[in-house]
């Protein structure tokens, strides 16, 4: 339902209560529906937008990120996170900055459950190996991948291929990062080249912001990746309490009473991780407040034609968190055994792709056929569309069929 509360309720955004759902009319589902590409009848239990979000969960790549790198490989602990359970602690997160913010839970959610449909093995070193492996034929980039998977790769409905999502689910995966069409970076460039014949069909006005509920999805994901790699990396012992120490945000978390009375460093850990979440949605909904009030939109379109991101961090917040990313890449991610190891795992990919090029019978029979009739750049592409549809234990499966020596991977 639309709601028009009074100022002194706070009128873009409120403290709700507990169970509470109200819908702003900002909100990108206040606006009629877009519709999809390729019309469907109506259903009688679920709305649009979840329906996209239904047909995202049981897609085959969504099932395919149990068993995908999220920052440890799967085989070296069952504790760690994976692509799957990271995407299910975004959509959580997510749902809760919707709510605060009086937007569509269902499109966060959606978009949030999809944001990483793309990734291929090994997270991003398998996303790097690629990149290198597909030079001659556009690349590889985890965001466009996931936009192939959405409109054309998952194959599974009779009257289409994709999963036929509507335009603001669809808008929402290809904006949620930002503006492609008005972006410099490499990706924002491969974006826009990527979905130019899918445009055709369906225009995403990808030179405009996103509805609020895909920029809550990408916020959700920041906090995710953040907090719970902290966790995943206590966890493996790449760092140890005290390491924290160096990281001003979570320095005032160390030394309260319910940390101190945790009782032992497993359940510490976790005070601090949770804490920190709550404290970075805390800032990312008041500021996010504060911007809305000041845009005071009337409909969903004037969130998308902002001059700037509506939901956001505060400066102070985004510095911080600018200084625990330096953290992290220091003592996680560039830490020496996990460059080991992801160094290890993109040699698996790169010899992977080198083999099924030079040897297309060694791919599925599906994946051969109608092969001879592409053209190079067509042909690697299929390639690289089936070793990023790989998961971890599966592409070192191939590897140990294909190669008398495979990497340990430890």
């Keep these: 339902m639309t709601i028009a509360l009074s100022q002194s309720e706070f009128q873009y955004g409120k403290q709700l209560r507990p169970g509470a759902r109200e819908i702003a009319a900002y909100a990108a589902s206040q606006a009629p529906s877009r519709g999809r590409v390729y019309q469907e009848p109506a259903c009688p239990t679920r709305n649009d937008l979840q329906r996209d979000r239904d047909r995202i969960l049981h897609s085959t790549a969504f099932r395919r990120l149990t068993y995908k790198t999220q920052m440890f490989l799967c085989h070296e602990g069952d504790h760690y996170r994976t692509r799957l359970t990271h995407s299910l602690e975004v959509a959580q997160i997510a749902r809760t900055i919707a709510r605060q913010l009086c937007l569509d839970e269902d499109l966060a959610e959606a978009i949030a459950l999809g944001h990483d449909l793309g990734h291929p093995p090994f997270g991003h070193a398998g996303e790097r190996a690629l990149d290198t492996a597909l030079a001659d034929s556009g690349g590889f980039d985890h965001n466009v991948q996931s936009f192939r998977i959405v409109t054309s790769l998952e194959r599974k409905y009779a009257g289409f291929d994709g999963l036929n999502l509507t335009w603001e689910t669809l808008e929402g995966l290809a904006k949620h990062n930002g503006p492609p069409a008005l972006g410099d970076s490499l990706g924002d460039r491969r974006f826009t080249h990527a979905v130019r014949e899918f445009e055709t069909k369906m225009d995403l006005q990808l030179g405009s912001f996103a509805s609020g509920e895909a920029q809550v999805a990408a916020i959700a994901d920041d906090i995710a990746w953040h907090t719970h790699d902290i966790d995943d990396g206590l966890r ?7 390491d924290l ?166």
């Design 236 to 242: 493996a012992g790449l760092i140890v309490p005290d």
């Design 245 to 410: 120490r160096q990281v001003a945000l979570i320095l005032p978390l160390l030394d309260t009473n319910e940390i101190n009375a945790a009782g032992d460093a497993v359940k510490a850990a976790y005070q601090v991780t949770r804490r920190l979440i709550a404290m970075i949605i805390s800032d990312a909904v008041k500021e996010s407040r504060r911007r809305l009030a000041v845009l005071a939109p009337k409909e969903p379109a004037d969130i998308r034609n902002a001059d700037s991101q509506t939901v956001c961090f505060s400066s102070e917040m985004q510095a911080q968190l600018d200084d625990l990313r330096t953290f992290l890449f220091a003592n996680l991610y560039h830490n020496d055994v996990v460059m080991h190891v992801m160094g290890d795992a993109e040699q698996i990919v790169c010899d992977l792709v080198g083999r099924y090029t030079w040897a297309i019978k060694e791919l599925p029979p599906p994946w051969q056929q109608g092969f001879e009739a592409l053209d190079e750049r067509s042909s690697q592409r299929r390639i690289g569309d089936f070793v990023a549809g790989m998961t971890d234990r599966f592409a070192i499966s191939e590897h140990q069929r294909l190669f008398d020596v495979t990497p340990e991977l430890r």
